[in-house]
């Protein structure tokens, strides 16, 4: 069975949840988180890397140790480690940990004293007020914990697009070689590109005799059969994602894709328009009566409703029809239009690889620049960097600059915006920089109006240039901090920076309606890798799917400007 890099990320994310449980060294069970993280981002399998013979160790966060583990794991679809304390822990026990509130110190107390095993024990102990009695809990935590419960039970899961992309590569590769097999595309929120996708959708064009669907149920990572009949089948994958598959005629092709590329909401508005021009629209076609008059294609589609093509991104029902109809459709940006990247990180500070090897992998990838933004020295944890590091990360970048073709290395930092709104580092040390980030790494928990003015502040900084990964958020792990963003979008434009749109898979923050606030307001957005090595610049295709979900147009986003048209940009004027 090919073992996924996200099925390693799990295990590892279960080995640090357990020692953590365990109450484990720390650095121990960090380097299991990074390693998690690692992974989960890793654009090439971690499987594939180790067949061509590549050194694991060349990734961020990945020892001897952990590379072991790797092989182990992608050889066998086991860790020792994990199974070995499996056996000192009841499995469900990790479940717990899924319950908001509930750290491993709390599941440990909770298990120890009161032998909670499980999502349903717990619920018992809080109801039967047993909770309450336990050193450290008491009774609002109690009703803590049972509200919890109740939006944890409503709660389905959803899986990171990134996570997704690995799942659906694999199973759209393996569809492709079913004999009378066509076309393999997956739709639904996937093909919108949204940040998470509940399941897959797959669609299949085939011959009528085509074992597709026999061949989809037979998938060596299919854990269960929901449903299998001659043109639709449903199953759930072993890592708990369910994948939905139709197989379509070719006639029907565009019909179906656009119906199940969704939104729901956009097909229900589609659709009433077809009806009121007397055409009937579903998933085999566009009919006129009986007659069968589009659907091959997406186009024809929208064609026969009089309007253009609308891309996936867009579909959400909130305003595109209206735009199609205008004739004000958005041209996206594409990845193709970026001309380089703001925010990466080389092994100065928490990256990995050297500012050489980022510069000729952003080379290798067609950027015309690279900005260099380690993390500053309050960033401990990240090896931040302080005045004289960075004045010689400066001239190494001078140094590389003259020697490399090509390619231009921009000196920036990624600076943390302090709680009081001033920057880590002294002016004269910025002044130096062709651009400044400004990111929040601390006290998340400022109110509403204490956290907009920290960071409107920190735009009046004559050298700020670039806010990073404004809300903060990390996607189903860390709520945004509560900021007025429409504020900070202003403000941004009145003192003439710009707002990041940082490409982690599980960052892609801005969010898509907050570009589309940006470009309302005439504020560029910068669609960064933030990458911590080489691999990283990968997840750029992520937030250009990201920016496309917000309307975004090339001349919309800063890093699709040459160049020559950059600098002028990063002189702050205001
Ligand atoms: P997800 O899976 O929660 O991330 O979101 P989607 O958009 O992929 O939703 P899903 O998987 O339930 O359905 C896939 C597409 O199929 C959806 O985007 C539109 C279409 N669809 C599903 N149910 C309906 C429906 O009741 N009416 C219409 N018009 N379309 C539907
Ligand atoms: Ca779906
Ligand atoms: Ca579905």
Request: hydrophobic fraction near 40%; aromatic fraction near 4%; proline fraction near 5%.
């Given at each position: 069975m090919p073992v996924h890099n996200a099925d390693i990320a799990a295990i590892f994310e279960e080995i640090a949840d357990r020692l953590e449980i365990e109450g484990a060294n720390p650095f121990r069970i960090r380097a299991y988180r990074n390693a998690a993280r690692t992974l989960g981002e890793l654009p090439q399998e971690a499987r594939a890397l180790l067949e061509k013979g590549?050194?694991?160790?060349?990734?961020?966060?990945?020892g001897d140790d952990l590379a072991a583990k790797i092989k182990e794991i992608a050889s066998t679809g086991h860790c020792s480690l994990l199974d070995r304390l499996r056996r000192e822990l009841p499995?469900?026990?990790?479940?717990?940990?899924?319950?908001?509130?509930?750290g491993p110190k709390r599941v440990k107390a909770l298990y120890h004293d009161?032998?909670?095993?499980?999502v349903e024990q717990l619920q018992r102990a809080a109801r039967e007020g047993r909770?309450?009695?336990?050193h450290g809990f008491g009774e609002k935590t109690e009703l803590n914990i049972l509200q919890s419960l109740e939006a944890h039970a409503s709660q389905a899961r959803r899986f990171k697009l990134s996570m997704a992309t690995q799942y659906a590569d694999a199973l759209c590769a393996y569809l492709q070689a079913?004999?009378?097999?066509k076309q393999v595309v997956v739709a639904g929120s996937f093909r919108r590109m949204r940040?998470?996708?509940g399941d897959l959708d797959i669609l299949v064009t085939a011959?009528?005799?085509?074992p597709a669907i026999q061949r989809f149920t037979s998938?060596?990572?299919?854990?269960?059969?929901?449903s299998a009949g001659t043109t639709r089948a449903s199953v759930i994958l072993k890592c708990g994602m369910q994948v939905d598959l139709r197989v379509v005629a070719q006639e029907s092709y565009g019909a179906a894709l656009h119906y199940f590329t969704g939104s729901k909401s956009h097909n229900i508005a589609i659709r009433r328009i077809a009806q009121k021009l007397g055409l009937k629209i579903n998933e085999y076609g566009v009919f006129h009566g009986n007659k069968?008059?589009?659907?091959?294609?997406e186009a024809s589609v929208y064609r026969s409703i009089g309007l253009p093509y609308i891309a996936p991104e867009l579909r959400?029902?909130?305003?595109e029809i209206e735009a199609a109809r205008a004739g004000r459709l958005p041209k996206l940006v594409e990845l193709?239009?970026?001309?380089?990247?703001?925010h990466a990180h080389t092994?100065?500070?928490?990256?990995?690889?050297?500012l050489r090897d980022m510069a000729l992998a952003a080379q290798a990838l067609g950027l015309e620049y690279l900005a260099i933004t380690e993390h500053s020295r309050h960033l401990t944890i990240a090896h931040g960097l302080n005045p004289q590091q960075l004045a010689q990360q400066c001239d190494e970048i001078d140094r590389l600059n003259s020697a490399l073709g090509g390619i231009t290395l921009l000196k920036g930092i990624e600076v943390d915006i302090l709680e009081d709104g001033s920057?880590?580092?002294?002016d004269a040390v910025l002044a130096r920089l062709d651009l400044v980030i400004g990111a929040v790494?601390?006290?998340?928990?400022?109110s509403r109006k204490r956290q907009t003015e920290r960071i409107l502040r920190a735009m009046d900084h004559p050298h700020f240039t670039l806010l990073a990964h404004p809300s903060g958020r990390l996607i189903s792990q860390r709520p945004p901090y509560d900021v007025d963003m429409l504020r900070i979008i202003r403000h941004a434009k009145r003192r003439g920076c710009f707002l990041e749109l940082n490409a982690q898979p599980e960052r892609l923050d801005l969010i898509d309606t907050h570009c589309q606030a940006a470009q309302e307001e005439g504020v560029l957005v910068s669609i960064d890798s933030?990458?911590?090595?080489?691999?990283?610049?990968?997840n750029l295709r992520y937030g250009v799917g990201q920016a496309r979900r917000g309307w975004l147009e090339k001349n919309n986003?800063?890093?699709?400007?040459?160049l020559a048209a950059l600098r002028p940009l990063l002189k702050r004027t205001m």
């Open positions: 590549d050194d694991l160790t060349r990734l961020p966060g990945i499995p469900a026990v990790t479940e717990l940990l899924q319950i908001p509130g509930l009161l032998d909670v095993q499980s909770i309450r009695a336990l079913a004999p009378g097999v940040e998470t996708v011959a009528a005799d085509s998938y060596d990572e299919v854990a269960e059969v929901l069968h008059i589009a659907g091959e294609d959400e029902n909130r305003g193709s239009d970026l001309r380089g990247d703001l092994k100065a500070s928490d990256g990995h690889d050297s920057l880590d580092l002294p790494h601390s006290h998340f928990d400022l933030d990458a911590h090595s080489t691999f990283d610049f990968a986003v800063l890093n699709t400007r040459s």
